[in-house]
């Protein structure tokens, strides 16, 4: 089964890294690498990013193709966004909640586990079937 794994943030978590002290982030960093490396060696890995900065956002509406809003984003409309994500293969459920948890206690400032939101989404190998 596939899933995506969505890592959320806040403005003011992201903007409170700026705070962090090297060795932190590096932490941080590392634990997040090891965590790919991880899920990679056991071939439950499809793909993992993490984003760019929200500063960089862009927020683009349209209702013709021709005539994009494009908006600086997320934080305009929103306090929350997503910070990056996983794809995942795993045998279900169970294993990509096991995952995302262990995603969710990343460290933060003084090594303490920061809790941070992990939304799942099964990802369906595509439409549902057309009955008729």
Known sequence: MKFMLLMQGTRSGWESMSQWKPAEIEAHIGFM???AGELQRSGELLLAEGLDVP???KIVTAK???APLVS???FAETKEFLAGFWMVDVVD????IAIAAKASTAPGPG???M???IE???VPSGPPPVEG
Request: a positive charge; proline letters at 12%.
């Open 111 to 113: 090594g303490t586990p």
């Open 55 to 57: 500063a960089n956002a």
């Open 33 to 35: 690498i090891a965590l």
């Open 72 to 74: 600086d984003g997320p």
């Open 93 to 96: 459920v169970a294993r990509a």
């Open 64 to 66: 013709r193709a021709d």
């Open 115 to 117: 809790g941070i939101p």
């Open 120 to 122: 799942i989404r099964a």
